[in-house]
């Protein structure tokens, strides 16, 4: 029917909407990531335009915290959210 149609167009408008908030707030968390590890472990970037090999250590020791702890985050979230949507299981 016609109001089954239009439910199914706002589902899809309603989830292609979700995910392009999803993918910018993914793009804006990457960000503040590179701005933080940046900020922390880049000392004087603009005199040597080269990553010395501590700097790039700490770079790419701060990238590794970022995602383990984006990942434990996303993963208690989804507990969470099972847990709340689905309270039997």
Known sequence: TD???????DA??????AEKLQQERALLRINQMADR???ECI???????????HEEQ???ACTQ???TMST??????GS??????????
Not at 12 to 17: V, Y
Not at 72 to 77: E, K, M, P
């Open 3 to 9: 109001g089954t149609a239009a439910r199914s167009m």
């Open 12 to 17: 899809e408008k309603l989830l292609t909407s």
């Open 37 to 39: 590890c940046f900020n």
């Open 43 to 53: 000392n004087d970037f603009a005199v040597t335009r080269t990553l010395r090999s």
């Open 58 to 60: 700490c770079v790419c």
């Open 65 to 67: 915290k970022f995602v």
């Open 72 to 77: 434990l985050a996303g993963n208690a979230f």
């Open 80 to 89: 969470q959210l099972e847990r709340i949507t689905n309270p039997q299981g």
